[in-house]
């Protein structure tokens, strides 16, 4: 059974670019949740997908956006990169309902 | 003033120290989690809980909901304990603490 899986691991952009990150959740789950973790920093929490619709989002600006599709895999989107996009990009999934989040390995994002 | 809050930052111990990593938190939640992170950033899950005690292996964790409060213990510390612990409340959705980096020295 695949945990959640996340690609690329490694992105290297120039700002102003645009970025599409992939996310695939564990077996059996159907809500995905991203969070941005800057260097020494705790995780932020981004935003959560569930039917294919954003349920809840953090305090990011609408740069970031996201998509969910029928098979549950998810995409986050960020436009107009900016040299403080640089972070580790986190998936996370669950079963609607449960309490526990298994995470993905991330995707690095450097913006240069 | 960050909702969770972890202390201490970093923490240098000795093999078979015995570490305690505490977390405190502001806000009205329905869990908590224990979180590892090993360098190059994957995420493991090591405890959720909504009171009382947990143990699994040479890992304890505490909570007192009332005092808002958690610890996070490892006995007889191992190198390969070395990682950044984070505490994460359950509040919708998870409000992670800046983690505590620990490096156990043989």
């Known amino acids: 059974d695949a945990g959640v899986t996340q690609s690329p691991t490694h992105l290297i952009k120039t700002r102003g670019q645009q970025v599409t990150l992939r996310c695939s959740p564990k077996?059996?789950?159907?809500?995905v949740s991203w969070y941005q973790q800057a260097l020494g920093q705790g995780p932020q929490f981004i935003f959560q997908?569930?039917?294919?619709?954003?349920?809840q989002r953090g305090n990011f600006p609408d740069r970031f956006s996201g998509h969910q599709f029928p098979n549950y895999s998810s995409e986050l989107n960020v436009n107009a990169l900016l040299l403080g996009d640089s972070a580790l990009y986190l998936c996370?999934?669950?079963?609607?309902?449960?309490?526990?989040?298994?995470f993905g390995p991330g995707t690095r994002l450097t913006v240069l | 003033k960050n909702e969770v809050e972890q202390s201490p930052q970093n923490l240098t111990a000795q093999e078979g120290e015995f570490i305690t990593i505490n977390c405190s938190y502001s806000?009205?939640?329905?869990?908590l989690h224990w979180l590892q992170q090993h360098p190059g950033g994957g995420i493991v899950s090591l405890f959720m809980?909504?009171?009382g005690k947990k143990k699994h292996g040479r890992l304890i964790a505490t909570i007192n909901i009332q005092e808002k409060h958690s610890s996070l213990h490892i006995t007889a510390s191992h190198p390969r304990d070395s990682a950044v612990y984070i505490c994460?409340?359950?509040?919708?959705?998870?409000?992670f603490g800046k983690g505590t980096k620990l490096s156990v020295k043989p």
């Open positions: 806000v009205g939640i329905s869990a």
């Open positions: 996370a999934s669950r079963r609607q309902g449960a309490d526990t989040q298994y």
């Open positions: 809980l909504s009171s």
């Open positions: 077996s059996g789950h159907d809500t």
């Open positions: 997908y569930y039917e294919e619709e954003e349920r």
């Open positions: 994460a409340v359950i509040k919708g959705n998870l409000i």
